[in-house]
C-alpha cells in the first residue's frame, strides 16, 4: 500500500518552506510539490489538491478559500494554515492542547485550521483558567505581543534581510487600528465575551514570540489567587509533549523572557508571573512563530491525522 500523499500548496512562502524542510526526509510520506511554472496554474493545483491525502495550505486568505473550493475529491483532507478558515463552521481547530479532546477530534477531522501564532499563545494561557472559574469570562483582557519579523511573511523577511535592511526598525508596534484579523480567533476559543484588545510589534529578530497578558487580582473570580491560576495551568498542561509550565520558583528568579529561547522547536513556555503587593499577575508565553505558530503546528496536526487515517 502507497504511503499517504501530502501536497503542499504555496510551499515557497515562509509557512511553507518550513514545512517542507520538517517533511522532505521523511519515509512515511509522498510528498507533492509543484515545480515553480506550475504553482500559479490554478488547473495544475486543482488536479494536485485532488490527487492529495492531505493537502496543507500555506496561502493567502483568499487563495486558502478558491483551493478549498476546488476539491472535488471528498476523501481529500485538509490543513489551512492560513485565516481562511479558523472561525469557520465545520472547521477543527488545530490546537491539540486546547482540550482533553481536542487531539482526537483533529485526527478524525477532514478540515483543520491551523492557529494564527498570537492566538496560540493567548489561548494557551486564557482558556484553562476561564474554564478554571478563576478568569472571568467578561474579564478586560490586554494581549501584548512581539514577534520576530519572520512573522510579517515575505515582504517582512525582505525588509530586514534585503537591500534596504540597514533601514530596517529595531522595533514597531503595528495594528494600531486595534482591527487585527486575530482578536476573534482569541475571543472564541479562549473563550471570551468580548473581543481583546490586541497590541502586536516586530522586532529585529527573525523568528520566536514572546506574549504577555496583564492581569489584576481584583477583578478575578472572588479569592483567586496567582498560585491558583498557575496550578490551573499546571493541571491543565500536565501530560503535555509541547507545551510546559515554568514552576513560581522559576518565574521568582527569571528577570527577562527570550522570545528566541525556543526557536525551531514546536514547544511552548507558559509562565505565570505574580506581584502580590500590588495584586498584579503577569501571564506569559514564548515559542517559536514558525514552530508552534506555525509550521510545527501544522506538521503536529498532519500526524494525528495521519495516525487516523
Not at 525556543?262 to 503587593?277: A, H, K, P, S, Y
Amino acid at each position: 500500500m502507497a504511503s499517504p500523499l501530502v501536497f503542499i500548496d504555496g510551499d515557497q512562502g515562509t509557512t511553507g518552506l518550513q514545512i517542507h524542510e520538517r517533511l522532505r526526509n521523511r519515509s512515511d510520506i509522498r510528498l507533492l510539490t509543484l515545480p515553480a511554472a506550475e504553482r500559479k496554474a490554478p488547473l495544475r493545483r486543482a488536479e494536485a489538491i485532488n490527487a492529495a491525502d492531505i493537502a496543507i495550505l500555506c496561502l493567502p486568505d483568499a487563495a486558502a478559500k478558491e483551493a478549498v473550493a476546488a476539491i472535488e475529491n471528498p476523501s481529500v483532507r485538509v490543513i489551512d494554515a492560513s485565516s481562511a478558515h479558523r472561525t469557520t463552521a465545520g472547521w477543527v481547530y488545530g490546537f491539540p492542547e486546547m482540550d482533553a479532546g481536542q487531539s482526537q477530534l483533529i485526527a478524525a477531522a477532514k478540515r483543520v485550521t491551523n492557529p494564527g501564532c498570537y492566538p496560540t499563545g493567548a489561548i494557551g494561557l486564557l482558556r484553562p483558567l476561564i474554564q478554571a472559574g478563576l478568569l472571568p469570562r467578561d474579564y478586560p483582557i490586554s494581549v501584548h505581543a512581539v514577534s520576530g519579523y519572520s512573522g510579517g511573511g515575505r515582504p517582512a523577511v525582505e525588509q530586514y534581510e534585503g537591500p534596504s535592511a540597514a533601514q530596517a526598525l529595531a522595533f514597531q508596534v503595528y495594528g494600531t487600528a486595534l482591527a487585527h484579523k486575530h482578536p476573534p480567533e482569541m475571543q472564541r476559543y479562549a473563550g471570551l465575551d468580548h473581543r481583546p484588545i490586541f497590541v502586536p510589534a516586530y522586532g529585529a529578530f527573525r523568528q520566536g514570540i514572546v506574549l504577555t497578558v496583564p492581569l489584576e487580582l481584583r477583578l478575578l473570580a472572588p479569592g483567586a489567587t496567582g498560585e491558583q491560576l498557575h496550578a490551573a495551568l499546571g493541571s491543565h498542561y500536565a501530560d503535555s509533549k509541547h507545551v510546559r509550565v515554568i514552576s513560581l520558583e522559576e518565574s521568582k528568579t527569571l528577570t527577562h523572557l527570550n522570545p528566541q529561547a525556543l526557536n525551531d522547536t514546536n514547544d511552548m513556555q507558559l509562565g505565570v508571573f505574580i506581584n502580590e503587593e500590588h495584586g498584579h499577575v503577569l501571564l506569559s508565553a514564548v515559542f517559536d512563530n514558525l514552530g508552534k505558530g506555525a509550521s510545527g503546528a501544522a506538521v503536529q496536526n498532519l500526524d494525528l491525522m495521519l495516525a487516523h487515517a
